[in-house]
């Protein structure tokens, strides 16, 4: 399990979202690059970047940013943001990001996802943003009556092979995750799991570890990197220890 420090860009800037609400927004940097090498400087073994104005307006706006991260960093990029085609994840790859994150896309849209698997396989990663046990797309303001559960059991059989679980309503709340959710969704599907949302101490992540699921690959931490409650030297201990 490793943590993965969330840099969100909206608007050239560095920004955390509380609960997925665009118009609760608290500005932490001006410069994504320099905020990511901080990251790597510190010890994170991978970064999670997020194209915000992408997820909402669905198409790729922070490309710029992400080129000038990839090229700047040495750890693993994961991106996600706005990849609605296969030219958009083509652009993604190319531009040096390890792995695409596809949401919006991927729930509507099953051949794409497919095809998209079949061409990059362990490249993709699949967004579950969830509320109350359905998913939302669209930068997380467009609810669905599709059960997070039953979607990940379908795109398994499609090829995927990891899903970032997120729970909407901890995001950015530093309240801790919903570890019941948690604990209940990888009981109903046995896939690698990237938990993000809420995580606000080194409590919450020594829980995780305890659980000693083999399927939680990894955890997002935003907001508690950003205020200095959770420090990536600590947290790695906590999380690569055996």
């Known amino acids: 399990m490793i943590v993965i420090p969330a840099v969100d860009i909206r608007g050239g800037k560095v920004v955390r979202l509380f609960r997925g609400d665009f118009s609760k927004e608290t500005v932490y940097s001006n410069d994504p690059v320099k905020m990511s090498l901080r990251w790597q400087s510190e010890g994170a073994k991978r970064l999670h970047l997020v194209d915000l104005d992408g997820a909402l307006e669905g198409k790729l706006k922070n490309l710029d940013w992400i080129r000038k991260i990839t090229a700047s960093i040495d750890i693993p990029v994961e991106v996600g943001g706005g990849i609605r085609t296969e030219s958009d994840l083509q652009t993604i790859i190319r531009a040096g990001a390890s792995y695409a994150i596809l949401g919006t896309k991927a729930c509507e849209d099953e051949a794409f996802l497919k095809i998209a698997v079949d061409k990059y396989r362990d490249k993709i990663i699949v967004s579950l943003d969830v509320r109350d046990g359905f998913l939302q797309t669209k930068g997380w303001v467009n609810p669905t009556e599709i059960k997070a559960v039953d979607f990940a059991q379908r795109i398994k059989t499609l090829g995927v092979q990891t899903v970032e679980y997120t729970d909407i309503s901890r995001d950015g709340t530093l309240q801790g995750p919903g570890f019941a959710n948690i ?3 990888i009981g109903d599907v046995k896939m690698d799991m ?9 409590a919450d992540l020594r829980i995780l570890k305890e659980y000693n699921k083999k399927e939680i690959i990894g955890v997002i931490v935003g907001r508690a ?13 906590v999380c690569l220890s055996r």
């Open 183 to 185: 604990l209940n969704f």
């Open 194 to 202: 990237i938990v993000s949302g809420g995580i606000s101490s080194l």
């Open 225 to 237: 990197l950003y205020d200095g409650k959770i420090l990536i030297k600590d947290a790695n201990k």
